[in-house]
């Protein structure tokens, strides 16, 4: 759908992005047309504190707003305080990527004139633009929607995650720091998801680094937040702690700095998992009740690797459980059945396509069917 817009007609432009970081990824493509279309433009990014990070250094954009819905902007007050600021900056242009009628209605108050953005959530009365949501097809691809509606050319599908020169510093510090700046190895594992019932089994992570271990000669790069901290506790004592090198807590930039320079991450269907592919790192993504076909790492094939097991019911539709019963792990069964062995065949291949890395051996160490793996040996 084309509305024809012209770059003079927007001078002042404002973007919701979206709550999730793997989202905010995933519309890069989308901005970085909306910047080519509008090049004259002033883009204001209006986004909620904890994605901000993932902005910082983007060059698609000339400002971010923050959102801080638990503090300044928290409650009906804070709302309008937010809506009468967005009201002084005269925008004519609003692009809502997030699909909440809340979007709408703030772009509405704050008498935007061009309001472009999917239906739903009971907001088309409140857009200029409501915009039919593609039924089928990868999140990038219905973002895209949106820049094309407004006459940008969405031929260019790359994603792209940008950092900051302090976290590249800060990133060669700490493998410095680590010894990991040399040839060797380096695995990340990322057991953090947004909900419970999207997070695969820590100790199932830990069997798959522990082959690694062996395999490899690797040492693990464990990367989280400090709710993380129990699921990366029960990696470590499956492995042994000596093993790993923590990349807890780190902000999201340093993060996404460090993985930049690991050979391959290991994760859940969560945002680490689109910086990873946004940075074309190889990625052994496991998925539970989200769907591969809308949130699959969107990168070169080769450089990926996705683990489901799909039933009747998949997608969920996130009310998890209503339509399956758990497994008794308390797990849906989707991701339940997700086996280590899985993971580690996918993770061998990754690895194969790196020509410093030896195959391994016919006597290394393999999962045994609990799901466990030997104690490493020394490194």
Partial sequence: MKTGLQAVSAR??????????????????????????????????????????????????????????DRAHAG???????????RRERFDLALLFQRAFEAALFARLAGIPRRVGFRGDFRSWLLTDPLPLPVDGHHLE???????????????????????????????NFLREHSLEKEVLRIAIHPGASKPARAWHPERFGAVA??????????????GTQD???????????????????????????????????HLLVCNDSGP?????????????????????????????????VLTHLYPCSPCRQEFFKECHAAPSGKPHCLEDVTSEEVLRACRELLGHLTHVAAPSAASASIDSSGESPAPSAI
């Avoid at 009906?76 to 967005?86: D, E, K």
């Avoid at 592919?277 to 080769?302: C, E, K, N, Q, Y």
């Fill in 12 to 69: 002042r432009i404002l973007v919701r992005v979206n709550n999730w970081i793997g989202d905010v990824v995933m519309i890069s493509p989308a901005m970085r047309a909306v910047r080519s279309t509008f090049p004259n433009a002033e883009i204001t990014l209006l986004a909620k504190t904890w994605v901000l990070d993932a902005l910082q250094a983007a060059p698609f954009c000339d400002r971010l707003i923050e959102y801080d819905r």
């Fill in 76 to 86: 009906l007050t804070g709302r309008w305080t937010l809506i009468r600021s967005l």
């Fill in 142 to 172: 219905q973002f895209l929607c949106i820049a094309e509606a407004v006459g940008a050319d969405v031929r260019d599908r790359r994603l792209s995650f940008h950092l900051t020169p302090h976290a590249r510093d800060a990133a060669l």
């Fill in 210 to 223: 522990s082959a690694l271990v062996r395999e490899y000669g690797v040492r693990p790069l464990l990367f």
């Fill in 228 to 262: 993380d901290e129990r699921a990366l506790e029960k990696i470590r004592s499956s492995v042994g702690n000596s093993c790993f090198v923590s990349a807890v807590g780190q902000n999201l930039q340093e993060m996404a700095a460090v993985l930049e320079h690991c």
């Fill in 273 to 305: 998992m689109h910086i990873a592919a946004a940075l074309r790192v190889p990625v052994v993504a496991i998925f539970g009740p989200g769907s591969p076909d809308r949130t699959r790492p969107f990168t070169d094939p080769t450089l990926c690797r």
